[in-house]
């Protein structure tokens, strides 16, 4: 080590270190004292912030029962780096934080969380798994149904790393008109938590929408967080704008014979829908907003798969045929798309999908998850960021 250091100027070491990803970087603070303090200094997480981008890394994914009200407290971490016997699930990536969470929303490396029930006083957490800071908040007049997103962005051109992380969380609860001449009619209300103001805001904005917001929660694109519904609707909701609005996806389910799994994600800075279906695998990017166009950047037919990829698949298209009842579990199952690749569940196992290669990697097994229900888990993608925590 010492030879290295008598060859290397401290100035060049860190540049070089600040041309690396996080992930690897990690590593190399165990290398030495002097090359930990240089990492974890704010000079350089904000050059390496500068000159890197911010990678998927990996998928968090936690079951939830259908019926049963507990919270499943296990946590599973999925790398995106397989093995031949599969990608090395991680259970202990929250074993930081003073209690157990349920996860709710991922954003540039931040992870945002709540108590798990039962709690005596249920709070929110946000914490970044990377550099194990985190930050406990207040959840008034909590609601263990309600929905809450997470609006992060960072520019390490223009902001200051010594200055506190600014970040918003938008809670959407579902409400019922309280006239009793009027007909029933569900709504989502909002209230926004600003970091730099500290305290939750009940916004005047409403949206008509009586369905429910499910699969892997919120998803922030460009100042604006997105959350699929059960009735063929994305709701969107501009954070600084504090409006909603709700868009259509490319094809309601009904058109399908079987019952179609769907689920929305992000690449390239893009909002994707990605649908399975007996017709085979579809994935649309909406191209604008406000016309509800959506462009078809990939498809394939069940077929195709299984001819592709025999080691991994047999009877695809029988098998996800059968399913006529939501009640059923799918066979075929896209949990999360981000950066070009699906994890999906097909069976019992998981496999990543990597759109742009066309090559599919199995994951873990259900088994490797330590899974007590797999009905509607909560999956979120993740990237490992040196992005600080501090609340000033």
């Known amino acids: 080590m ?9 100035d060049i070491l860190f540049d070089v270190l600040s041309r690396i990803q996080a992930k690897p970087l990690l590593g190399l603070k165990c290398i030495s004292r002097d090359w930990n303090q240089i990492i974890s200094s704010p000079s350089f997480i904000k050059a390496q912030l500068r000159k890197t981008e911010i990678v998927l890394t990996g ?7 259908k019926w049963c009200k507990d919270d499943i407290r296990t946590v599973s971490y999925i790398p995106i780096e397989t093995t031949e016997n599969g990608a090395k699930v991680h259970h202990d990536v929250f074993n930081f934080l003073p209690e157990d969470v349920v996860v709710l929303a991922s954003c540039q490396g931040l992870v945002c969380g709540r108590s798990c029930f039962p709690s005596s006083e249920p709070a929110i957490y946000i914490c970044n798994p990377a550099n194990r800071q985190w930050i406990k908040l207040e959840w008034p007049d909590y609601d263990r149904n309600e929905s809450i997103g997470l609006a992060f962005d960072f520019d390490p051109s223009k902001d200051s790393i010594e200055m506190h992380t600014n970040f918003k969380l938008v809670r959407v609860k579902q409400v019922e008109n309280n006239d009793e001449e009027e007909e029933l009619e569900l709504h989502l209300e909002f209230e926004l938590y600003s970091s730099e103001l500290r305290t939750w805001m009940k916004l005047d904005e409403i949206c008509y929408c009586g369905s429910n917001l499910v699969k892997n929660k919120s998803i922030y694109i460009s100042g604006v967080l997105h959350w699929l519904t059960d009735g063929d609707q994305v709701l969107t909701f501009d954070v600084e704008k504090e409006l909603s609005w709700l868009i259509s996806v490319p094809v309601p389910t009904f058109v399908f014979y079987s019952i179609p799994e769907a689920c929305i994600g992000e690449s390239e800075g893009k909002l994707h829908y990605v649908l399975i279906s007996e017709e085979g695998l579809h994935i649309w990017y909406l191209e604008d907003y406000y016309d509800f166009q959506w462009t078809l950047k990939h498809c394939k037919t069940l ?10 698949f047999f009877n695809l298209k029988n098998r996800v045929s059968m399913r006529v009842s939501v009640d059923s579990s799918p066979w075929m199952n896209p949990l999360d798309f981000k950066d070009g690749i699906l994890l999906m569940k097909v069976c019992v196992n998981l496999y990543l999908y990597d759109i742009n290669s066309n090559k599919i990697v199995q994951a873990c097994t259900v088994h490797d998850l330590n899974s007590e229900s797999m009905s509607c888990p909560t999956v979120l993608p993740h990237s490992l960021s040196l992005v600080p925590l501090n609340h000033a």
């Open 303 to 312: 077929d195709e798969i299984e001819g592709e990829f025999p080691d991994f």
């Open 2 to 10: 010492k030879k290295v250091q008598r060859f290397l100027s401290s």
């Open 59 to 65: 998928f968090i994914l936690q079951e939830k029962f």
